[in-house]
């Protein structure tokens, strides 16, 4: 078993300001300039040979290449169950259309459905049981957030891996749009 996401890499030129405002939470796990990305669709836990199919079916996917831009910030959760803090994702229909595609491919190599919504971000940090005071103080001092316009190009089959250090994120395979 592999565990499996799709996602668009975030440039070192966006990704340096968000790591500039990785600070003033305590106990937040910041997650580091090579970890962040939007995802476009998490896979879960997949066998081997189900990986081999997904990796052909998103290779397969086309699409003009985009721009997008993050902006706002976030919290994922409420009360003492907040978990993340985010970059958000300006609204952008490519990306949507790329998600969907995304989720068409795991369905052509039989994964199941995701049956949640998508709501593109950019995970910054993760939380245990934060003090949701603390959290609010952070998004309001970090608000607003709008970065340049990135282009998008490319995205990627990930796998994840635990390590004494935290989630190591390892790109698998990477498809040109």
């Given at each position: 078993?592999?565990?499996?996401?799709?996602?668009?890499?975030?440039?070192?030129?966006i990704?340096?300001?968000?790591?500039r405002?990785?600070?003033?939470?305590?106990?937040?796990?910041?997650?580091?300039l090579e970890?962040?990305?939007?995802?476009?669709?998490?896979?879960?836990?997949v066998?081997?040979?189900?990986?081999?199919?997904?990796?052909?079916?998103?290779?397969?996917?086309t699409?003009?290449?985009?721009?997008?831009?993050?902006?706002?910030?976030?919290?994922?959760?409420?009360?003492?169950?907040?978990?993340a803090v985010?970059?958000?994702?300006?609204e952008?229909e490519?990306?949507?259309?790329?998600?969907g595609?995304?989720?068409?491919?795991?369905?052509?190599?039989?994964?199941?459905p995701?049956?949640?919504?998508y709501r593109?971000?950019?995970?910054?940090?993760?939380?245990?049981?934060?003090?949701?005071?603390?959290?609010?103080?952070?998004i309001?001092?970090?608000a607003?957030?709008?970065?340049?316009?990135?282009a998008?190009?490319?995205?990627?089959?990930?796998?994840?891996?635990?390590?004494?250090?935290?989630?190591r994120y390892?790109?698998?395979?990477?498809?040109?749009l």
């Amino acid at each position: 078993m592999i565990r499996l996401f799709a996602a668009i890499p975030v440039p070192d030129d966006i990704g340096e300001p968000l790591l500039r405002r990785q600070h003033g939470l305590p106990g937040a796990r910041w997650r580091p300039l090579e970890a962040l990305h939007i995802t476009l669709r998490f896979f879960g836990d997949v066998q081997e040979r189900a990986a081999e199919d997904l990796d052909l079916e998103l290779s397969h996917i086309t699409s003009p290449p985009f721009g997008l831009t993050l902006d706002s910030v976030g919290a994922f959760g409420e009360g003492p169950d907040i978990h993340a803090v985010w970059a958000g994702v300006a609204e952008s229909e490519p990306l949507r259309r790329l998600a969907g595609r995304c989720e068409t491919a795991a369905r052509r190599a039989k994964l199941p459905p995701d049956g949640r919504a998508y709501r593109p971000h950019v995970t910054m940090a993760y939380l245990r049981r934060p003090d949701p005071a603390d959290v609010a103080a952070w998004i309001e001092g970090n608000a607003p957030l709008r970065s340049p316009t990135f282009a998008v190009d490319r995205f990627g089959l990930y796998s994840t891996h635990q390590t004494g250090e935290g989630t190591r994120y390892v790109l698998e395979a990477e498809y040109r749009l």
